[in-house]
């Protein structure tokens, strides 16, 4: 490996242009490469792409994905990990549900089902990681913001804005939210809820009517500094007894205010060295704003222009003089700020880099005339931990520069650093790099346009430049794109996340306008983003240090595995302690020994989500008097996702009126996500012994008794009623009907009524009994302890102490008395395993039974995440086409064996 790095170095060298540049054998030079070789080899990165079917969703439908996941070097497929990680995020930054996928070479797809007990309208975050990926800054995971609105029950959007006002006693936190209908007309006289809550704390709540337009605005005065973002307003609108609609809003301030950050080119501004300082204009949001203004010196001389060109960023050019504080003055909405610019350095070095052409850099060093004494310097270019380009520089005059062509470099990010001769960095500049020799993709159709339902054979042929095939895994969605309307620029896709953001930390705006229809201008753009952004995938600090000092906390996983420790009552561990697994459902039973530390593991495991996992441990005596530990998978802070104001969006308003359309014809067939909604078996208390201490009196029979065997298994107890005659479940209520009206049910645990069923264990009950309204004439008598409507809303509990007739049914959650005791010595009880994939439904309009009589209103018109093509470097597929005349628009994004990224899109007309 050493000698292959020194060959780089050596042919790099071979292109310098200019005198000042040489190359000779150098110990700390040689030293440095050994290092930085350790390091990767030691700390080997990997990254991870999604590729989605669409942009946004709604409540009943399925996200559908593909994962890619490359070592960062070469972009190539990984071989480390086996296991991957998909967390999907809510504003709360709460992990609503985790997939947990098999990878094989590099490779998964999977699905969120996006059900109404788990999920309600909101903006969400996708989260992907592999365990080893753990080990590092988490800043460089794959992130994904989605919006997701609720097409299925709602038909309200709500626009919320804020204000924060100073006050006498703090500051006055002003909330509008206006609320209207899908054709954008508003909800009046519309009563609404609403609570502030700051993490647990609830700082207030209130109700109140929406005005003529639709609007109700909530004041409250913030006695304390809060964090933004984490202060979340929670609201429930009631349109009438049955649709209330539940949002979720992070608090962020609508004042305009504006943050100037400047970075000078190579890190500092030196005394007398003409430079570029780029800037970037933030506004409220953390998004970039257009400002414009100069830059003055301490007597008020102006010495630089400044003017926005490229979301919020920008770029000047002086002279700065050691002693001077410059300062940047802009107007915004009339008024003026001042913005310190860094101070000037007295003597140092200035790292420049210039897109000379289409196939050349410019590299210019410059230094202060004192440090004009032959000194020498080193410059090394590298990307992902693999040296690209190296040269010890002699410093014979104050500047010097050279001519570099980009073919030298892999495309991406490219990280040029300047050292002193001992190898301790001074400046640092990054470049982008568009290669043009990227991968041929035909995707072509026999015609360009189609009838309704009607057959699609799509082709694919992937090629290099010189015409060879090449063999590659793709993913390919199709969209209706009348109702998918995409923005290709807005759009996260494989070459924007691993060539981009993957390497970058904070927020990148239009992450793919980088990559669409590439010319001078956009090159120009990207540079400003290299000059603007913080790249530290990893610190020179860190390559320094000796190889023997790595310490990971987390394993490449190998296979899905259950890890933990065996520690005895005083929670130390013990050597080599026995332990067992069990798997009930399989009667699977492994056994395992403890290391030294007391550490175990089982791995190789293979079955689906929520098993029932038993694990049993004795010390090396085996005497009973060990505890397990097992480990905790979640290793990242929450994370809050912003604020997305869903009613200004047009698009996706749209988006969810036609879903709602979709959903209505699907009902009407007893159908939702294309699978067939089956009545529960219905199990009565004749054929189940009663539940040991449960409210319900003996007197009264219930209509459905769901036992503890059934619920061991489920890991949400709202699943139980969805299919339940008379029985819905939305936005996770539990409704019930009555005498041709709707409303929720009662629900009571232990006896007493509760609000809120999703915060119940299924594993810790003995049982649920459930009455439904109409199953009883003349009441229950059940007394309570405490008035109903003091927990359950609605003007049919108002007072009741004693349940009656009037209420929409009633459900009975009884804990199971023996889980509140102390579990046995030894034992531990778990629900793990890989998250089951299911095949995405697309009818095939020439088989029979598909539905002919109903409309076909999908959104999404096929999804194949596992395209494979051959040695020719070809592939097909083929679907049919739904019941609207459009546009469809077709995706393929995926990685070639060598490492070469594609993302095509092709579209067809439906007529």
């Given at each position: ?746 629900l009571l645990l232990d006896g007493r009524p509760i609000k809120d069923a999703t915060m119940i264990d299924p594993s810790t009950l003995a049982g649920i009994q459930i009455i439904r309204a109409g199953a009883y004439s003349s009441g229950i008598g059940l007394n309570l302890q405490e008035p109903i409507d003091a927990v359950v809303d609605g003007p049919q509990y108002k007072g ?112």
């Amino acid at each position: 490996m050493k000698k292959r790095l020194l060959l780089q170095v050596f042919v790099a060298a071979a292109f310098i242009a200019l005198s000042g540049f040489l190359l000779k054998d150098d110990g700390p030079l040689n030293s440095f490469i050994e290092k930085l070789e350790q390091y990767t080899n030691r700390n080997p990165q990997e990254k991870v792409h999604l590729h989605l079917d669409k942009p946004y969703y709604s409540i009943g439908e399925d996200i559908w994905f593909s994962a890619y996941v490359v070592n960062a070097e070469e972009n190539k497929l990984s071989l480390l990990s086996k296991v991957l990680y998909v967390d999907i995020i809510d504003e709360r930054g709460k992990v609503k549900k985790t997939q947990v996928l098999p990878l094989e070479n590099g490779l998964s797809n999977g699905h969120i089902d996006l059900s109404d007990t788990t999920f309600r309208a909101g903006t969400y975050q996708l989260r992907a990681y592999t365990n080893w990926m753990r080990n590092f800054d988490d800043a460089f995971l794959f992130r994904k913001e989605i919006n997701i609105g609720d097409a299925l029950h709602d038909k309200v959007m709500v626009d919320t804005k804020f204000e924060l006002n100073p006050s006498s006693n703090g500051t006055v936190l002003k909330a509008t939210l206006s609320y209207s209908n899908f054709d954008n007309e508003p909800e009046i006289n519309k009563e609404v809820s609403y609570n502030l809550v700051y993490g647990d704390d609830k700082l207030f709540s209130g109700t109140g009517r929406t005005d003529s337009k639709g609007t109700i605005t909530v004041n409250y005065n913030l006695k304390k500094d809060y964090t933004l973002n984490k202060l979340l307003l929670n609201t429930v609108f009631n349109k009438n007894d049955v649709i209330k609609v539940t949002k979720t809003v992070a608090v962020v301030s609508q004042a305009k205010t504006i943050d100037l950050q400047f970075f000078p080119e190579g890190g500092n501004l030196v005394d007398g060295i003409r430079s570029k300082v780029a800037f970037k204009a933030i506004n409220e949001s953390g998004m970039g704003t257009a400002v414009e203004g100069y830059v003055e010196d301490n007597d008020g001389k102006k010495v630089a222009a400044i003017n926005t060109t490229h979301l919020g960023m920008g770029l000047f050019a002086f002279m700065p003089v050691a002693g001077q504080q410059y300062q940047a003055v802009i107007v915004k909405d009339g008024e003026q700020k001042r913005f310190r610019l860094p101070p000037a350095m007295a003597t140092g070095y200035v790292l420049n880099m210039n897109h000379l052409d289409d196939e050349n850099l410019l590299l210019r060093i410059n230094c202060s005339p004192a440090l004009v004494q032959d000194r020498e310097v080193v410059v090394v270019a590298q990307s992902n931990g693999m040296i690209k380009y190296t040269a010890k520089i002699k410093m014979d005059k104050e500047s010097v520069s050279s001519k570099l062509p980009k073919n030298m470099f892999s495309e991406g990010i490219v990280q040029f650093t300047l050292f002193t001769a001992n190898m301790s960095p001074m400046a640092e500049r990054l470049v982008f790099i568009h290669r043009n020799d990227s991968l041929n993709v035909k995707v072509s159709t026999p015609k360009a346009s189609y009838g309704k339902r009607e057959q699609v054979n799509l082709a694919l042929h992937v090629e290099d430049t010189q015409a060879k095939g090449e063999v590659g895994s793709f993913s390919v969605s199709v969209v209706n794109q009348d109702k998918v309307n995409q923005v290709e620029d807005n759009e996260t896709t494989i070459l924007s996340n691993l060539l981009l953001t993957s390497d970058l930390k904070g927020n990148i705006e239009k992450p793919n306008y980088y990559f669409t229809a590439i010319d001078a201008a956009k090159i120009r753009d990207l540079d400003l983003l290299m000059l603007t952004q913080g790249w530290r995938r990893f610190k020179w600090s860190d390559v320094m240090q000796p190889e023997g000092q790595a310490h990971f906390k987390f394993n490449a996983e190998s296979s899905f595995a259950i890890h933990g420790t065996i520690v005895n009552l005083s929670n130390k561990p013990i050597p080599y302690g026995k332990i067992n697994l069990f798997v009930p459902s399989t009667l699977l039973l492994i056994d395992t020994v403890a290391d030294a530390n007391g550490r175990f593991v089982f791995d190789d495991l293979v079955f689906p989500d929520s098993t029932t996992v038993i694990l049993r441990a004795k010390n090396a005596k085996d005497r009973n008097n060990a505890q397990i530990l097992i480990d905790n998978r979640v290793g990242f802070a929450s994370v809050t996702a912003p604020r997305t104001d869903d009613a200004k969006d047009a698009v996706f308003v749209s988006y969810l009126a036609a879903a709602q359309q979709r959903f209505g014809e699907m009902g009407k067939y007893g159908l939702i996500n294309g699978r067939i909604l089956l009545k529960p078996v219905e199990i009565k208390t004749s054929r189940n012994p009663p539940i040991y201490k449960s409210a319900l009196p003996t007197i009264s029979p219930p209509d459905y008794t769901i036992t503890p065997d059934k619920l061991q298994s489920s890991t949400n107890v709202l699943n139980f009623f969805t299919g339940m005659a008379g029985i819905t479940v939305r936005s996770n209520i539990i409704y019930g009907r009555r005498k041709g009206t709707e409303g929720p049910m009662l629900l009571l645990l232990d006896g007493r009524p509760i609000k809120d069923a999703t915060m119940i264990d299924p594993s810790t009950l003995a049982g649920i009994q459930i009455i439904r309204a109409g199953a009883y004439s003349s009441g229950i008598g059940l007394n309570l302890q405490e008035p109903i409507d003091a927990v359950v809303d609605g003007p049919q509990y108002k007072g009741l102490t004693n349940i009656m007739s009037s209420a929409y049914g009633i459900v009975f959650f009884t804990t199971d008395w023996r889980a509140k005791a102390k579990p046995a010595l030894g034992l531990s009880r778990l629900k793990t395993g890989y998250t089951l994939t299911k095949e995405f439904y697309a009818p095939a309009y020439d088989v029979p039974g598909q539905h002919r009589e109903m409309a076909d209103l999908r959104s999404t018109i096929y999804w194949k995440p596992d395209l494979i093509t051959d040695e020719k470097g070809n592939a097909s597929l083929k679907f049919f086409t739904a019941d609207e005349a459009g546009k469809y628009l077709v995706t393929l994004e995926g990685v070639a064996l060598n490492g070469q990224l594609v993302r095509k899109r092709y579209s067809l007309t439906v007529k």
